[in-house]
């Protein structure tokens, strides 16, 4: 289906009555449709820092010229040294301007986090009865440090590790998938 | 001399080959799956000649055998009496090639388009061409989910297709039966704690020729199952079914011609594959993608289990997806928790077959769905764990509770690559857990005996999507096309009448779109002497949280009322709840004199219920999408209003001051300071939380979890102690006995020993690459 980009722009605002949505949904996709979106992220962001990958809502992946390193001395980092990956200088990056760290690291290591854990912060959520034993599981919320949106939640045992929920290969995706260089 | 000539009768005769070319149905499959791993094609299938040179034709073929089987489901169904088959449609055909790969399949519940593969090349593999022979008109039959299938309760049929005197292919169906005449009554029991407790069990057995069911097994059925007469329709409805496809295959190839016919099925399936790759290519990003559930069985209380199945479990599902460059998807179950006794336990063919059902509702949702997705894939399903239990003695009952919440973590790991790549109308928080099952069995309000599993159970709540709200009490993504029936028709079977069927307000998962809503039924146990009813769910744990700030769906609880007061206050004309909308205000509890189980036990093992006793079924909401106070104001107002959401969550949660839009943004404002008040920063909470590791303070299923993951996988345990800092040898110091059975049994099959237990924990073993992808 081809879809313009005030058409998509539309899709992403939700000012699409639901049987176009659903027309959209079924139709065979557009193939320029990440280049256009990048497109629609970019002119609305304030910041001018090029935006290599859309990172879920509210986040980014840009391309930064200065940027450190992972730190190594995380149990993740060390996990995505087996992943497939060379370049540098990319940051995930909020849309309110905070920085998290470079995408090979877990973003969430560098935010805000409460956790809810008794019935007096689960009560805020859920109904009583209706939010589980905390002694078995409990809820995670993190927030940029910038804007204090609320960015990710994790429900997950006592003990558990920080989800590292994405890991792109960038370089794969672009010199591989998308036939050109990532962005410097 | 005579005796040698009389010896000489006994000795096997030669079988007569059935494949292609004078060739075996076995040197078939060991030719296919050779020429895949040499070529990377299906069957070294380079180039799609028919395609290419007529894809009219091409087309028309598949439209045609694809119309078979669609007419064979929807025609044989109404042989059928049980409503779980003709009323939500829980059966489903498919047609595969001599080796037992998919060509194409029904509609229905196709997560058994795999296992019916699995299913036809164990026959293949065992040698059934020799004994007991496969020929014209015979009729096969499997439940074994160690051999391809999910659990007992789906029965497949399964019919071989030749054409002059060669097998050119399989025709199977499925259907889920109400009753498998299990140690607890349903489909999907919570009883069994071994296979020997699982109901009738058919590991892949010839059962008819000639195009007619033996006798002697049809009268197996009628004395295995508590619902004969459910059981014995639905064979027929298998078979009718099969036939038909048998004869839709006759027509095409009549027509088309059998070289034709031949390189069809080759092609398609390879076109099925590349297919795919593109998808995945079009729709994706290439990389790692993490996303564990959980889900408890909370069985310590059990009394009349035996006290090693006496125990509380935390199951573990660590998925971790992976899409190379290469376009291959990789789903990795590395770190799964162990089996247990218990009936979720999981095969490799259950497995895959859950797969098979996410994958043809997000990246292959177009009409060309085959085995060509499966040789896009590579899974890794560790020996022992409750994704591959490995163990012949396991029960697999009810593998569908570890089964949906292990895939919950799929379309959100799916949802991640396809928001990045702009596609923001596929994008889908969680869905709901499928709960509660409403299930039992006892003397109806007919006297007679009976059982049934309620479906009410496949319409939770969807995910919330990136532009609107979940679907409410509308879905299952596990069982897409099952709906919930009506319940007129559940009433005609059930001895409990349905005295309310409303929305249940929060239990969607919040977020700036909220998932789809669950629902609840309140039940009257009515005109029965005795039911048992049991309860599945999850109450204790969430399952999975949702995407980007959206919350998981509310877990549930259980509300039952045994000797009440009910049916004196209707006689009395007194006013009586009909439902719980707030369990923290609850009318029912305040009402309603009787013996109140009002907790969070939400699986239990059945217990009697009778005439005037209450039974609240609450159904599961979806996860939501999204920072909740980014929830249009308007929005959370229509969810007061249509009784989605309890009116005081509409400030706690959402920031929203019912009636001021100009409050509302004050109060938003000022529920975000409150969060840069109240959070710390993450590395800050890490060490309070190594410390708690460390000091092992936390509740013994919990330890046990993450023992059993660290000691089946010392991947994993490498990754947790390395996240947290932990010394190297550090261990969780409870017992995992399953674990430690695991590795005897796995030891036995590395040493050759016990050979017909050693084939089939190998057969389970050997179900995909892990390390070296990982």
């Known amino acids: 289906m081809k879809l313009d980009k005030d058409t998509l722009r539309d899709l992403i605002d939700e000012r699409l009555p639901r049987s176009q949505v659903r027309a959209i949904q079924s139709s065979h996709k557009d193939a320029d449709r990440f280049d256009k979106y990048i497109d629609i992220l970019q002119e609305r962001v304030e910041w001018n820092d090029q935006i290599v990958l859309p990172f879920g809502e509210h986040l980014y992946i840009v391309s930064k010229e200065q940027n450190a390193p992972p730190e190594e001395s995380s149990g993740v980092a060390s996990a995505e040294g087996r992943a497939r990956r060379k370049s540098r200088g990319y940051t995930v990056k909020c849309e309110c301007g905070h920085e998290f760290c470079d995408y090979r690291a877990n973003w969430k290591l560098e935010a805000l986090i409460y956790v809810r854990e008794t019935d007096e912060q689960l009560r805020e959520v859920y109904p009583e009865m209706m939010s589980g034993d905390s002694r078995w599981n409990h809820l995670r919320e993190y927030y940029c440090p910038g804007c204090k949106t609320l960015l990710e939640v994790e429900a997950v045992p006592p003990g558990y590790p920080v989800v590292h929920d994405f890991l792109p290969d960038l370089e794969g995706f672009y010199r591989e998938w998308l036939g050109r260089e990532l962005p410097s | ?774």
């Open chain 2, 1 to 774: 001399m005579a005796i040698v000539e009389r010896t000489r009768e006994l000795e096997p005769r030669q079988a007569p080959t059935i494949g292609w070319e004078g060739r075996s149905a076995k040197d078939m499959l060991v030719q296919s799956e050779r020429l895949f791993a040499e070529t990377g094609n299906y069957c070294g299938v380079d180039e799609l000649l028919m395609k290419k040179g007529d894809p009219i034709q091409f087309e028309k073929m598949f439209s045609r055998l694809r119309g078979g089987l669609v007419t064979a489901r929807e025609t044989a169904l109404n042989i059928s009496a049980s409503p779980i088959v003709k009323e939500i449609g829980e059966l489903c055909f498919a047609l595969y090639t001599p080796e037992g790969d998919a060509v194409a399949l029904s509609t229905g519940i196709i997560v058994h388009v795999h296992t019916m593969s699995d299913a036809i090349k164990y026959m293949i593999r065992e040698g059934y061409e020799s004994s007991p022979g496969i020929g014209p008109g015979d009729i096969f039959t499997n439940n074994d989910a160690m051999i391809g299938d999910v659990h007992n309760a789906d029965v497949q049929t399964i019919v071989p297709i030749f054409w002059e005197g060669e097998l050119v292919g399989w025709a199977a169906g499925v259907t889920h039966e109400i009753d498998i005449g299990a140690k607890t009554p349903g489909s999907v029991p919570i009883g069994p704690i071994s296979r020997f407790e699982d109901g009738i069990d058919l590991p892949a057995k010839k059962i008819g020729s000639n195009d007619e069911l033996w006798h002697d097994h049809v009268l197996a059925g009628l004395k295995g199952t508590r619902t004969p007469m459910y059981w014995t329709l639905d064979e027929k409805t298998r078979l009718a079914g099969c036939h038909m496809i048998r004869e839709a295959v006759e027509r095409v190839i009549l027509e088309e011609g059998i070289d034709t016919y031949k390189q069809f099925i080759r092609e398609v399936i390879e076109d099925g594959r590349r297919s795919f790759q593109s998808r995945l290519r079009e729709m994706t990003v290439p990389g790692r993608y993490r996303a564990p559930a959980f889900i408890e069985i909370p069985f310590a209380k059990e009394e009349q289990l035996p006290s090693y199945a006496r125990r509380d479990t935390l199951m573990h599902a660590p998925l971790e997806l992976r899409i190379t460059p290469e376009g291959v998807l990789e789903l990795d179950y590395e770190g799964t928790s162990s089996w247990g006794y218990h009936s979720a336990n999981c095969t490799p063919s259950s497995m895959q077959g859950a797969v098979w059902v996410q994958l043809t509702q997000t990246l292959i949702c177009n009409d060309k769905v085959n085995d060509g997705a499966y040789l896009g894939l590579r899974t890794n399903f560790p020996p022992g764990s409750v994704a591959n239990h490995a163990n012949p003695q396991a029960s697999t009952g009810i593998a569908w509770l570890f089964l949906i919440p292990s895939f919950t973590g799929f379309v959100k790991s799916l949802s991640r690559a396809l928001q990045a790549r702009g596609y923001v109308e596929e994008v889908l928080a969680p869905y709901g857990q499928t709960s509660n099952a409403f299930q039992g069995g006892g003397v109806d309000q007919y006297g007679r005996q009976s059982a049934t599993t309620n479906f009410g159970l496949s319409c939770v709540g969807g995910g919330a999507k990136m532009v609107l709200d979940g679907l409410d009490y509308a879905a299952a993504m596990w069982n897409p096309e099952g709906d919930m029936g009506d319940m007129e028709m559940w009433e005609l079977i059930e001895p409990f009448l349905y005295l309310s069927q409303r929305v249940k307000p929060n239990t969607a998962g919040p977020g700036r779109h909220r998932g789809g809503s669950g629902y609840e039924c309140l039940r009257l146990a009515w005109k029965t002497p005795f039911y048992e009813m049991q309860n599945i769910g999850h109450g204790l744990v969430f399952i999975q949280a949702g995407l980007w700030g959206g919350y998981p769906p509310a877990t549930g609880y259980r509300h039952n009322i045994r000797n009440t007061n009910l049916l004196a206050l209707a006689e009395r004309g007194e006013p009586f709840p009909f439902h719980e909308p707030d369990p923290a205000a609850s009318e029912l509890a305040r009402a309603v004199d009787g013996e109140h189980q009002f907790d969070l036990n939400t699986t239990t093992l059945p217990e009697v219920m009778r005439e005037g006793d209450l039974y609240l079924c609450m159904f599961r909401g979806g996860a939501g999408l999204g920072d909740p106070l980014e929830r249009p104001y308007q929005s959370v107002m229509e969810d007061i209003e249509g009784e989605y959401l309890l009116e005081r969550y509409a400030t706690s949660l959402y920031g929203v001051v019912p009636g001021d839009p100009a409050a509302t943004e004050m109060k938003r404002s000022a529920a975000r300071e409150q969060r840069g008040q109240r959070a710390v920063p993450v590395r800050e909470w890490m060490a309070g939380e190594r410390q708690r590791i460390l000091d092992r303070s936390m509740i013994e299923p919990v330890q046990v979890m993450y023992a059993e993951s660290m000691r089946l996988s010392e991947w994993w345990a490498k990754e947790y102690r390395e996240f947290w800092g932990l010394p190297d040898d550090f261990e969780f110091d409870v017992p995992t006995p399953t674990v430690d059975l695991t590795k005897a049994l796995l030891a036995q099959r590395d040493q050759g020993i016990a050979a017909g237990t050693a084939a089939e924990v190998e057969g389970a073993a050997t179900t995909g690459p892990s390390e070296d992808a990982r």
